[in-house]
Structures are given as structure tokens and as C-alpha cells.
């Protein structure tokens, strides 16, 4: 979750008045901002590689000028959305850099409609055209490479919680997606996830867990369950990971682990059944990051899924990934939040799937 200020979480629990905006950006820098949006949503999803997508109405007038010229599809929007606190003063969150990837002219007054993905779309989008060997340096740097040769002004932040191994070698097959599988399989190796945050810069960090502290607690205030399910997709209660010969030649153990626990949801022993993720990973070397890697992608995977809407609600510093305090019938829960739509339109709710491994708490 973004850092909020003192007065946000009381003011988007009562009666607001929404501010929502976008800036434009050429080259990763702002050229016009505070342009209005008519309405659309920002969605986070964690099972997609470009995990932020937008659907925006805005007005071709305010796209025009913002730009300079007629539109460029290689230029970027940045969307706000905040609140009037009571004391007078506008408070408001980033909630995603896009870049354009679909604008199409709407009405005759010149209200248009824009979909547009996060910057690690256009990693997706530029593939290997022939195999690609990599080593002599660590995976963070193969990362940082990885991006910078698609978009040359990107940073990359690596978490210092990060597991961060040197590899020796690594080859990656051409075509398309291809430079997307690499990095996905370079951060599963490690146990780790590259996310583009808010601002489109990059970011390497552990993968989140079902469990820890909620960093916001939901409700009271129109907040509903709109359907409880116990899901299979997406979730694992069992991870296997193997890796190829290490620097001494030595084949490292293979480290399997399921959900052990009898008040998971996913128990591996209950109802939900056995399902198994398996990682063959040519950068994992040891067995020290084999049975590191394994309980962090078990720990990603297993909760049973469901389906919220946060109603009136909306709170726009969350993020995929974060842990949420959740009110289900008899008490509550802390459930992961998998994907979460925020709403561009005044009115709409807020969305979102979450997991949760925890019996209901009261």
C-alpha cells in the first residue's frame, strides 16, 4: 500500500468528493498535467506480466494539446486519483503509468476512449528474435539489462531482501514473449517478482504471502462478499523446484513442499484436493536456493479464492499484492488481494480477488 496521509483513510470512509486526472509523459517525462477523465478504471492483476491495464475516457481536445501535436501512441498517461479532505486540501495517489496501446474516437463532440498497459508491456512485446545466452553477473543484473534494452530511460530497484545469485550461464529461446519468459523465469528462481510500480519504474522484490499483517482494514462501510468460492485456478498447494548442474557440477536435490497446515484452506491433506507447481529452473544452482525458492512460491500460492467488492470504498493507495483485513459472515480475514480495479468513474466501486488460507476470525 502507498504511503496516505493522516486524514485519507477517515475521509474515503465517508462521503467524498472524488478528484481524478491524468498527465501525459514523452519519453518518460511529464508534459502536461491535472487533463480531467471521464470515466474507466485502472486494473491490477498479478496473474498478468504487464499487471496494470486502463480503460479511459477522455476528450481528444485535452489528448491534442497535451501532446503537442496529433496523438503518439508512444507516448504515456499517468492517472491520479485522490480525494477533498476536510481540511480543504486535495490529497491523491498515482495509480498507474500506461503506455498507449488503443485510442479510438468515440462520440462527435470528441470524447475518446484509451487502453493503454503498464511499461512492462512493451518487455512483453519485444521479443528474442534468436536464443539468448546470459552470465557472469547476478540476476538482478540480467534483469536490469533485460529492461534497459527495450526502454532505455527505466530504472530498476532491487529490494534488499532479494535473493540475488551469481549465474554462471543461462540461455533463453527466441520468439515471442520470449524476453517476458525470461525475466518471469530469471524472478521465480529466486523467489522474487519484477513489478512496474506506480510510476513506471521497475521493481524487484520478494513475492508477497497469504500471511502477515494486513496493511489496511476494510469496512465498515459498504463493503460486501459478493462471492465466496474455494477456486483451483491460480492456486497451488504443493511447489516443486529443480535446478541444473552447479558450478561444481553437482546436480542439486530437488525441494518439494505442500500446504501442511490443517486450518489452510488448501491442506494438503483436505478437500481441496493435491495440485503441484512445478519450477525446472536452469538458475538454480544449489540446493541452498532450491529449498530457499520452494516455501516463498508455496507461500505465493496456496488460499482459497474469492470474489469483493469494497462497495463505496475506494482507496486508491492499494495495490496488487497487499494484505487486506476482511469482513466475512462471522467475523474476518486477512486475504491477499490477487487483482484490484479501480474505479474512474464517481460512483463505481472498487473490485478486487483476494486468497486467504485463514479460518474466519472473529
Avoid at 109 to 127: F, M, P, T
Avoid at 177 to 196: D, F, H, W
Avoid at 235 to 250: I, L
Amino acid at each position: 500500500m502507498l504511503p496516505v496521509g493522516p486524514l485519507w483513510d477517515q475521509t474515503i470512509r465517508s462521503t467524498n468528493r472524488p478528484v481524478i486526472s491524468y498527465d501525459v509523459l514523452e519519453s518518460g517525462n511529464v508534459v502536461k498535467t491535472g487533463l480531467p477523465v471521464s470515466g474507466g478504471s485502472v486494473t491490477g492483476s498479478r496473474s498478468q506480466f504487464a499487471r496494470r491495464t486502463v480503460n479511459a475516457n477522455i476528450t481528444q481536445r485535452d489528448l491534442v494539446r497535451a501532446a503537442g501535436g496529433p496523438i503518439n501512441l508512444a507516448n504515456e498517461m499517468r492517472i491520479w486519483r485522490g480525494v477533498h479532505l476536510p481540511n480543504g486540501a486535495i490529497e491523491q495517489h498515482c495509480i498507474g503509468t500506461f503506455g498507449f496501446a488503443d485510442i479510438e474516437d468515440d462520440t462527435p463532440v470528441g470524447l475518446i476512449s484509451i487502453s493503454a498497459y503498464d511499461r512492462s508491456k512493451r518487455l512483453e512485446e519485444d521479443s528474442f528474435p534468436y536464443p539468448r545466452t546470459f552470465g557472469g553477473m547476478r540476476v538482478s543484473d540480467i534483469i536490469r539489462q533485460l529492461i534497459t534494452e527495450s526502454i532505455s530511460w527505466a530504472s530498476l530497484t532491487v529490494d534488499p531482501l532479494v535473493f540475488d545469485p551469481f549465474i554462471t550461464s543461462a540461455t533463453y529461446d527466441g520468439g515471442d514473449g520470449s524476453r517476458a519468459y525470461a525475466i518471469t523465469q530469471l524472478t521465480l528462481s529466486i523467489g522474487a517478482e519484477l513489478v512496474a510500480d506506480v510510476y513506471g519504474q521497475f521493481v524487484l522484490r520478494p513475492l508477497p504471502s497469504t500471511s502477515g499483517t494486513a496493511v489496511w482494514t476494510a469496512g465498515p462501510g459498504g463493503v460486501l462478499t459478493s462471492k465466496r468460492m474455494q477456486s483451483r485456478e491460480d492456486v497451488y498447494n504443493g511447489v516443486y523446484v529443480s535446478g541444473t548442474a552447479g558450478t561444481d557440477g553437482v546436480v542439486p536435490q530437488s525441494a518439494w513442499l505442500h500446504d501442511d497446515n490443517p486450518a489452510s484452506s488448501t491442506y494438503w491433506g483436505g478437500p481441496f484436493g493435491h495440485k503441484t507447481f512445478i519450477l525446472n529452473s536452469q538458475t538454480v544452482t544449489t540446493q541452498g536456493q532450491a529449498d530457499y525458492v520452494a516455501p516463498k512460491l508455496l507461500a505465493d500460492s496456496i488460499g482459497s479464492a474469492s470474489s469483493v467488492s469494497f462497495g463505496s470504498i475506494v482507496n486508491a493507495a492499494l495495490e496488487p499484492g497487499d494484505l487486506v483485513n476482511m469482513p466475512v459472515t462471522g467475523g474476518r480475514e486477512v486475504h491477499l488481494l490477487d487483482s484490484l480495479t479501480i474505479p474512474l468513474t464517481v460512483g463505481d466501486p472498487m473490485t478486487g480477488d483476494t486468497r486467504s488460507t485463514q479460518p474466519t476470525l472473529s
